[in-house]
């Protein structure tokens, strides 16, 4: 790519030739004479090779400006020797030259066999410096043909980047007074051209770097800021390469820049396809492919051939000159500007080649045009031609950034406008706001005062209704218990009545005196023992029973205490039993075959509860059993068997209590509500919805535990109460 720099450049310098002098001319002759095509070369190494009789037709054509990696026999030994003819018009005899050289390695300088100079660089270690430039005292007496013979070597070093342009040497021909100005200034406007468009491109991107991370949703900012990143990093490369001093440094630095001139390609061609809001389709990614395989042929084998060198960047220019004018044709301002960049090019080349014929032209006719004004105009050219493309796509973002800023300004002052008409209606809000406020104030604590009346009569309602469901509870137990009571209290009588019949046939025998059986007067005795038994048996029953309802009916001191799980799930299920059929509860019918089945697991410890609180919530679950079952026993025909089903066990440091019934089942809509207070499946009147809310707080409050539930419609119910066993 740097190579096809120095090459518009010089197609720009050829315009002014005819800009010298008439002697300036006539060298520019013999400079031609060192001309490529003239050279003969011969690796190896003899110093027969300086005589000019030396017949070296059989030598190749090979020029020392070709690079040295391209130069297979030289690279492979290290050393050859280069041949030139020369000679010069007749005007030029006898007048001062200097020969300039400028190489890599070191060489010796022939003229007809006579050694003219040694070019050997300051060091010649791997790590010393290998580039020399020298000037050489010229000058041939006669217009005879005269033979320039170059003895050439240099130390191979391993090389990063197979397509090294570094040649052995140039060799030009100038007048003595300006061979040592010109060879500083073409040193100095080609660094600096590099130098130049390096600060330009890294500034530029710099500035687009700063543009995105300031509004990162500008994507086009990402792209043109790593491509001039890019381009700038090339050409600061590019100038460091002529300051490298071994092959190897040279070789790395020129891949580095490569590998990011190719990418600043390619990366121009992402920001024109964003920028005019293109899809990149197979031309980008072919394009993109064909430079990819370009840069990696000169990485790994070397030059390209002749007929594809440059394709690559040729198409990607195209390409760019294609979308470009697709975007011209859409008619929109902003998508003009890449191909107005292009136009500037154009002109910018047009107007440069203008000048410089006009100054050749006046230098005919006026005499000599210092050649510094033709290097400037040069170099204007260049550098306007280059930054043609990447300022066009710049300044578009300008034009953006300075509408959005225009558009910005406007509606900052509609916006001032709208506020200050906000700040006047404002002000008017205030003033009713002000009045009103007052009056809502007093709204407000009038409501207050209702609702604070309104809360206190709901939680007065809600103690009633709670001590109702306790009361409706409490009830149902002493329906239990009264039934409960009443057989051993029967069990009691007939004992009784029975044991006073015996007493009174034993008086009887008693009376006899003579006839007296002491056998039946036995057996009467054993009776009656045993009936006092069955007396004492059931009257204990019937105490027990009376305990307990008093320890239910007292209020409850929530002190927990050892309690037989079992015993307590098997009594309250009998009290729920008995007490709902003896209360005459419709669900509950008497005429109804209930079927109560247990299974009480026999590894349960002695677990601390509060008795009462969790009869309550058995008793709760139990009733709730046996409604469910009655209400699906009146829909159901006679094969139905009502079953209410209670089970306990020990899993691991929890124990569980399981009452199941296979009454009509729980909605799935309304099963995630049945724990909230009030919340009731019952019809109205039945039910307060307060004894499953109260069930949970026990359980999950009280004690510790969890209360779930499972239902299928139609199939069953499931109570869970889970507790935890201390450690």
Known sequence: MHRLLLIFLGLLSTSFVGAQSVDSAETIRVMQQLADNYWRFQAGDSLAWADPTYDDRAWELTSPAEPLIENKALWASGRGWFRLPVKVEKRLVGQDFQLVIEQYGSSEVYLDGRRLAVLQPPGTDSAGSQRIAQLIPFRLTDTSRHLLAVRYWFPRQPVYYANVDINPFKMQLEKRSEAGQNLILSHRWIAGLDYSLAGIFLLLGLLHSLFYRANAAQRINWWLGLMMLAFGAFFLLNGLSALSNTLQLYSLIVLVANLLGYAGLALLLTAVYHYLNRRRGKVYWLISCLLLVDVMYQIVIGPLPEPVAGVAIAASLIEYVRVSWLGKRRGDVDARLPWNSLRIIFFVVLVGFVILIVLAFLSVVLGDVDSLVLMSITTVTVLIALLAIPLGLSLSLVRD?????????????????????????????????????????????????????????????????????????????????????????NFVNNFAEVSLELVQELDEEHEKEAERDHDLERDLLTDLQQNLAKIGEHGHRAANIVRGMLEHSRVGTGQKQPTDLNALVDEYLRLSYHGLRRAGDPATDKTVNYTLLTDLAGDLPSYSVVPQDIGRVLLNLFNNAFYAVGERQKQETAAYQPTVSVRTQRLGDRLSIQIRDNGSGIPAAVIGKIFQPFFTTKPTGQGTGLGLSISYDIITNGHGGTLTVQSEPGQFTEFTITLPIPA
């Open 401 to 489: 950034y300075a509408r959005t800023y225009q558009s910005l300004r406007q509606k900052l002052r509609e916006v001032e406008d709208l506020s200050a008409r906000t700040i006047a209606q404002e002000q008017e809000k205030q003033h009713l706001l002000a009045v009103q406020n007052e009056t809502l104030e007093q709204q407000v604590a009038e409501r207050t005062a209702a609702l604070q009346q309104s809360l206190a009569d709901l939680r007065a309602t809600q103690a009633q209704l709670i001590q109702r469901e306790k009361l409706a509870s409490l009830g149902e137990l002493t329906a239990g218990i009264a039934h409960e009571i009443q057989n051993p209290l």
